[in-house]
């Protein structure tokens, strides 16, 4: 089983629509939880910080559900500009140090 | 320009030749990372610096692969007798706490 698991998509949807990711992780230990979002050919970049209560962003909002182990990432009011892969990240362990694992990432086109 | 860079961005080799890349990470970042990108995969971790002492190193990092960070500013990652499964990208990154602040990447073909 991967460490950190993601749906690669893609994910096609029209401009203003709302669209959900998801993502498990095997190891809970685990303490630090990310959204990257990388464009076609650049480097990843980091979205947002994933915290226990949950936490918005504008129009982006990232959940954590400690017990399945499950993170998710809510985009509202899709733009043509939220086209890119978005990467499921979670640190090793139970320390706050140390290595991130980077799931597969998942494609979303929004279509105009 | 503050960020993480690296230098070649883009190389191409023979099957059989070293190569190596260079990373310059932000400059008060204490940790250093090397991950490698193929086409459709997320970034896989190759190793790991706080300051100048590896801290960790992947399965993946064949003894083909060495790593250094000297002095604990810029690392280098060095492939000898690079094998065509060794194209994809190299991407350096570098922090202070736990988020990653990416380089451009080297990407390296491998013929």
């Known amino acids: 089983r991967k460490e950190v698991e993601q749906d690669p998509g893609p994910f096609n949807v029209p401009e203003g629509a709302t669209v959900a990711f998801n993502c498990t992780y095997s190891?809970?230990?685990?303490?630090?939880f990310f959204w990257y979002r990388q464009d076609c050919r650049k480097e990843p970049k980091l979205l947002m910080s994933?915290?226990?209560s949950g936490n918005e962003d504008g129009r982006f909002t990232a959940q954590l559900n400690r017990a399945s182990q499950y993170i998710s990432l809510l985009i509202r009011d899709s733009k043509l500009s939220d086209s890119a892969t978005y990467l499921c990240?979670?640190?090793?362990?139970?320390?706050?140090?140390?290595?991130?694992?980077f799931g597969q990432g998942t494609t979303l086109q929004v279509k105009p | 320009d503050t960020g993480v860079s690296q230098d070649p961005r883009h190389k191409i080799t023979k099957r059989g030749q070293n190569v190596t890349f260079r990373c310059d990470p932000i400059?008060?970042?204490?940790?250093l990372y090397w991950y490698r990108q193929t086409l459709g995969q997320g970034p896989e971790f190759l190793t790991y610096?706080?300051?100048?002492?590896?801290?960790?190193k992947s399965r993946l990092l064949s003894d083909r692969f060495s790593a250094e960070r000297p002095k604990g500013s810029f690392s280098t990652l060095e492939i000898q007798r690079t094998e065509q499964g060794d194209s994809a990208m190299y991407l350096c990154?570098?922090?202070?706490?736990?988020?990653?602040?990416f380089g451009p990447g080297t990407r390296l073909l491998v013929l």
């Open positions: 990154a570098s922090s202070t706490t736990v988020s990653l602040y």
């Open positions: 190891n809970s230990a685990s303490q630090s």
């Open positions: 994933v915290y226990s």
């Open positions: 990240v979670v640190n090793q362990g139970s320390s706050n140090t140390g290595k991130l694992i």
């Open positions: 400059s008060e970042h204490n940790r």
């Open positions: 610096f706080q300051n100048e002492a590896q801290l960790e």
